[in-house]
């Protein structure tokens, strides 16, 4: 019986291995973490958690709040209202509870992967317990999260199939209570392994407990808009999508045997020749996404600002704080610069 049991295992551990294997050279096929479907039928209300908001004294509970972007900390400025804190991912709100009130929703895989991180002591992270899957597709390895979690069952090194449950939703983590229980979603892409070694340099008084896989060094795409972009396309790839997203700011790295974008996403080159010139410009979007990748005849030392959009807005409001000043005054910030010191670590 135990022999049975055995060859059992075996069997599903090769044939998720195998999809996982497959996959590396398909098509996106991703799968809501939860039952939750209102995402496709409007989205709004019915699928994303709200946040508790208090803007000059008056008290709300947007839902937008629970979207990709710059939804949060609102603030007047001379252009108007502007949203100055960004949220990497989507929190997707609940459908069950006990008669207790806890939310009892199944979080499952969005795709084929390997657990590669899990993080089970709340207090080591504002995700609370959470949980990052590697996804191969077309040769480059993107990153799902799952974070707030209630309970999570299964363990780094697990093979997982689309659809197999990982987790129960819950409400750990900074600032939440059982009532604004959600999923934290992400789909990221990686900026360096070298990541532990550079955090450790930068920010030796705080503690990293979770290697490579710290929220710091994960880019976290906007996952909605791409499972929206799937239904019109199924056969899209994620080198396609980002190919919309709008370059927000460029930044000049010296050149750099330590540039690990071009090893982990060599679909980020531009066409033409990838080793002439003296530098690399790399392109950004707002969110901090890398999205292009150029050879460029500027001869820096150190990272530098190249292009910034043009606005009337204090640029750290607008970039997470990498960008720093007004107008023709654009320059890194010293957090820009040590996260752009990331891309080319050690050098």
């Keep these: 019986m135990r022999l049975f049991a055995a060859a059992v295992g075996l069997v599903i551990f090769l044939s998720i291995s195998m999809r996982a294997q ?31 908001r208090n803007y000059k004294g008056v008290k709300s509970t947007p839902w937008e709040g629970g979207q990709y972007g710059f939804v949060r900390d609102p ?56 949980i990052v899957i ?37 409400h750990t983590g900074t600032g939440l209570n ?21 955090y450790n340099t930068f920010f030796r008084n705080d503690p990293n407990h979770h290697g490579i896989y710290n929220g710091m060094n994960l880019a976290g795409l906007d996952v909605a808009r791409l499972y929206l972009a799937l239904r019109k396309n199924p056969a899209l790839t994620i080198p ?6 709008e370059t927000f700011y460029k930044v000049t790295l010296p050149k750099s045997q330590h540039f690990d974008l071009p090893k982990l996403y060599p679909w980020m080159f531009a066409a033409g020749k990838r080793n002439e010139g003296s530098s690399w410009a790399v392109s950004f979007a707002r969110s901090g996404v890398p999205l292009k990748i150029e050879s460029s ?9 190249s292009y910034v959009k043009k606005s009337s807005i ?23 610069q040590q996260l752009m010191r990331l891309l080319i670590y050690p050098d």
């Design 134 to 170: 590697e996804h191969c597709w077309n040769g480059s390895n993107y990153y799902s999260l799952y974070a707030h979690l209630n309970s999570i069952t299964v363990q780094p090194g697990d093979m997982v199939a689309r659809g197999q449950r990982i987790a129960v939703i819950g």
């Design 297 to 305: 005849d500027r001869h820096v030392t150190q990272p530098e600002l």
């Design 22 to 52: 497959a996959a590396q050279n398909h098509a996106l096929d991703l799968v809501l973490p939860t039952d939750n479907d209102a995402l496709f039928s409007g989205g709004g209300a019915a699928f994303y958690q709200y946040v508790e």
């Design 75 to 130: 603030i007047d400025t001379a252009a108007g209202l502007a949203y100055t804190r960004f949220h990497e991912g989507i929190d997707i709100r609940p459908l069950r509870h006990d008669a207790n009130g806890e939310a009892l929703d199944e979080v499952r895989a969005i795709a084929d992967g390997k657990v590669v991180h899990t993080n089970l002591v709340p207090g080591y992270s504002n995700y609370g317990k959470y």
């Design 178 to 198: 059982r009532e604004r229980a959600h999923l934290h979603l992400e789909l990221n892409l990686m900026l360096s392994r070298q990541f532990e070694a550079w």
């Design 314 to 336: 204090e640029y750290s409001y607008l970039t997470r704080d990498v960008v720093s000043g007004r107008g023709a005054d654009a320059h890194l910030s010293g957090y820009g």
């Design 240 to 245: 396609e999508f980002i190919n919309d997203e």
